[in-house]
């Protein structure tokens, strides 16, 4: 099915009135649709009202240069105006619902080359925001001009919220429980022990006559509070391919560093590292700081990630990349095979998004699987278990492939 075709479907099955459109009525609206009106496309369907007007809205993308049908066959198009583009935006956005406008600005963007409009503060007020749309104006943050900065700016801050609300309660519950789990012993000293823990494990040793349990073992903490805490890096590719995973990771990373028990490290690259923990308070900050597009040196970041580690059996670091590697390919397995060797929980992960399966250097992965290190795509929603299964040094839950 064509890319109008698909959004046709899914805004007809939204808005089709289930008490007067019967399916053989349905899927002449949709083809209606689809074909647009011409003189060829044989429906003898007449649209009015609503359906007309979505029609038209639709047309102006699909129908146009670009779009779906051949240049020339229907005179459709959003020409080059930001207002125009604005108003349009606020047309798509009455007519379809949000997971439908989502799909249809990213078509825009793709087909019309509205990248340049972006910068424009009323079109970016008139956008449905989304992860997509934040790599966008990520993507085009240098030469964002400082009246467009603002808005921009409010834009990814309501992704960034909405990410949060989503996935930062069961992160710090789950990496909470995680670091609570690692740090028990069945040795602790006697000013260690967790009594409620420990009568919990006991309790096949009640003795009745005597009212009480006989503790074979005590569950506490072995070390102190400061001495348990682990280390995380995120090590981000910023390649052009790479967007969605920056945008979630800035937000993983921000929530980390909220965890009073992990020390968390946020490094991003392309052929030059930058480390961005100083801005983890605020994960706008760091989208902002980083520069979407460029080639990959892995080996270069790995590097930087080896000189921050000091406490190795305590240390995850997670690298987030397609594995397409610019540098130096043998250096960067030996860097890795090294980190596992001194007791590092190595993770890599081809992609940090909701996205389908991603393109990736198929070898590189292999060999990284080799190593102890397997590489797989990680949705937002598995991320915590990852993070939690890494830091109690257990097996990873890896995706199921479909």
Known sequence: MTTKGATVKAATDATTNATTDTEAERRLRRWRMVLGGGEAEGTGRALDGRDAAMDSALAALYDGAGGDRPRGERSAGLG????????????????FPTPVVRVVQRDAIERLGLSALLLEPELL?????????????????????????????????????????????????????????????????????????TIRANLKNYVPERRTVVPERFVGHGRSARSLRKEVILCVDQSG????????????????ASVRSLSTHLVVFDTAVVDLTDLLDDPVDVLFGTRLGGGTDINRALAHCQSKITR???????????????????????????????????????ALSDEGAPA????????????????????????????????????????VEG
Not at 167 to 172: E, H, Y
Not at 367 to 377: D, E, H, M, R, V
């Open 80 to 95: 080059g105006s930001a207002p125009r583009v604005a108003r349009w935006l606020g047309d798509i956005r009455t007519y």
């Open 125 to 197: 007020e008139a956008v449905e925001p989304d992860v997509h749309l934040v790599a966008t104006l990520l993507s085009l943050n240098k030469a964002m001009p400082e009246t467009t900065r603002t808005t921009a700016r409010a834009v990814v801050r309501t992704v960034v919220g909405q990410l949060e609300r989503r996935l930062a309660v069961r992160t710090r519950s789950t990496l909470t429980g995680a670091l609570d789990r690692s740090a028990r012993t069945a040795r602790p000293r006697h000013r260690d022990i967790d009594w409620n823990a």
């Open 241 to 256: 391919s790479m967007a969605a995973s920056v945008v979630h990771a800035a937000v993983f990373g921000a929530v980390l």
């Open 312 to 350: 190795p059996a305590d240390t995850v670091v997670v690298l987030i990349s397609d594995l397409y590697e610019g540098g130096i390919r043998g250096e960067m397995l030996r860097r890795v095979a090294a980190m596992k060797e001194a007791g590092v929980e190595f993770v890599a992960l081809l």
């Open 360 to 399: 990736y250097d198929h070898e590189h992965a292999a060999a990284l699987a080799s190593l102890g290190a397997p590489a797989f795509a990680c949705t937002p929603d598995l991320f915590p278990e990852v993070m939690a299964a890494a830091l109690e040094k257990r097996p990873l839950p890896l995706p």
